[in-house]
């Protein structure tokens, strides 16, 4: 079963005069364990590609099918429970890492599982070992703003993957890092996919970050107009 299927997805802002067509038609599939990279230009249409997959944005037309659930169908359904979808299945990641600031690193993670229903001792033991896992153990009781860009950002990770999502998706994760940081933020990612049999999309617009990614989606104006896939000796 795939873990993301997309079927003519398309969104279009506004009417008339000054309707946009953000995302047009992009059709998909992304296999359990695959690492994917969605790479365009600014204004593309990028995010909107990811944020109508993560239900974020709600798309004009097409289907949406997340671990071989029918999630949304020219539109999000009516009563369909959009949270608990994105808590079950979702974990997201964004350019700028969104820790909150009066909270540690160790919190930050915990605040995830803890709106899932974990107890706190639990999501604590949990917390302390992803942090740990990800070179942060130094760092568990540090509040954002003593964090270095490449600590954010892998606390941000922490978090995102803290309830063990099917697809994670990365909208420009790498964009405030320099390419050392970026580097091994793109690692990391890649080592995730294959140990959690996770779907990762990554939005970039930096051809450095594609290596090492199993599919590559170029986006232009709003279109899907290349694909191409890395052979496993690149990986
Ligand atoms: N909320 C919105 N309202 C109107 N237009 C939008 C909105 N969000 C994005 N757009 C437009 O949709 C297009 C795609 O934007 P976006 O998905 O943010 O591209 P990217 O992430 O590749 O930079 C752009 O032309 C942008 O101006
Ligand atoms: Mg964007």
Known sequence: MYAVQIERLTKI????????VALADATFDVAPGELVAILGPSGSGKTTLLTTIGLVTEPTRGRVVL????IVDNGWPPGLDLKRVRREKLGFIFQ???LIPFLTTVENVMIALENNG????EARARSMELLESLGLSQRLDHYPSLLSGGESQRTAIARALANRPRIILADEPTAALDTENGKNVM????ALAVEN????LVVTHDHRMVEGFDRIFEVSDGRIVGERRNGSDNA
């Open 96 to 98: 700028h890492h969104n």
């Open 67 to 70: 671990d071989g659930e029918l």
């Open 197 to 200: 049999d996770s779907a990762i």
């Open 118 to 121: 974990v107890s706190t001792k």
């Open 187 to 190: 690692r990391l990612l890649k």
């Open 13 to 20: 802002y506004g009417s008339g005069a000054t309707e946009v």
